[in-house]
């Protein structure tokens, strides 16, 4: 019977706990309150979905080309997504900031939320208020390859 090992050294008998408890492990943010060191470096997602939620006065900064993201139930909190490939979906938050670069932001059920965006399309928003926009403004030194792998032109 093979035996599989997470990234932390962890060992499973069973594929399918392996790739839940690496999964939770690698590419998600959740329930975290009043930490500011969430940090996902260059390399360390390379082009996998990422998961956010249930944050409360957070900061969260995912420095790596990422597939689709998603983030619900953050409150309070300033989240960074340096290069999305696919949408940003973006629910049931209030009070944050975020910067995003990505191809397709959705948003729903957002209260009081400023993004900071760089997107393709225009931002689809659903049943929010008091939302803000303005142009992406953040940056780290292996964006711009980052953005190039996502399908994004760091150039615009």
Known sequence: MPTFTASDGKEFDNRNEYRKYEFQLSYTF???????????????????????????NCTAVVM???DQVQIDEVEGSKIFLGATGESVFVRNCKDTIF??????LRTRECTNCTFYLYCISEPIIEMSTGI???CF????????????????????
């Open 30 to 56: 959740t329930g975290k309150e009043n930490i500011h060191d969430l940090c996902k470096n260059a390399g360390s997602v390379d082009g996998q979905p990422f998961d956010m939620g249930n944050l409360k």
């Open 137 to 156: 403004n953040g940056g780290y030194p292996e964006q711009k390859e980052h953005m190039s792998k996502a399908g994004l032109n760091p150039e615009v």
């Open 64 to 66: 790596d080309a990422t």
């Open 99 to 104: 910067y995003i670069a990505c191809k397709q």
């Open 132 to 134: 803000k926009f303005g």
